[in-house]
């Protein structure tokens, strides 16, 4: 396990708890093997657990980003920019930008997402 990352134990639910987390965990596209849930918390599957990621804020941002592995490179992803493009889809273009609703850069809880 990475510095960054916190175990949790087997995702072992009730059929009814694992459709409500369905809906709440995604894949993430870019990232094979990670998920993102709409309370803004990154996973990475290890077996049949998932380990979080923590974000840490950018030094002159100040937006939460983690660090994933994809295609054998870590590479730094703004945790508001993948709750945007696996919950409201890719935006139509990159001048586009997500919105805090609450001006809080670290609330990247779905609900506060446009």
């Known amino acids: 396990?990475?510095?960054g990352e916190v175990l949790y134990g087997a995702m072992t639910t009730s059929p009814e708890h694992?459709?409500?987390l369905a809906k709440e965990i995604k894949?993430?596209?870019a990232?094979?093997?990670y998920f993102i849930s709409t309370a803004?918390?990154?996973f990475r599957a290890v077996g049949a657990s998932m380990v979080e990621v923590k974000?840490?804020?950018h030094r002159d941002t100040r937006y939460?980003?983690?660090r994933l592995?994809?295609?054998g490179a870590w590479r730094n992803f703004r945790v508001h920019r993948i709750m945007a493009a696996v919950f409201m889809g890719e935006p139509p273009s990159p001048r586009h930008e997500v919105r805090h609703l609450n001006d809080t850069k670290t609330d990247n809880r779905l609900d506060n997402l446009a």
Do not use: E
């Open 1 to 3: 396990m990475d510095g």
């Open 18 to 20: 694992s459709a409500a």
């Open 27 to 29: 894949p993430i596209p």
């Open 31 to 33: 990232a094979p093997s």
């Open 40 to 42: 803004g918390r990154v």
């Open 55 to 57: 974000a840490n804020a």
């Open 64 to 66: 939460p980003r983690v």
């Open 69 to 71: 592995r994809v295609a």
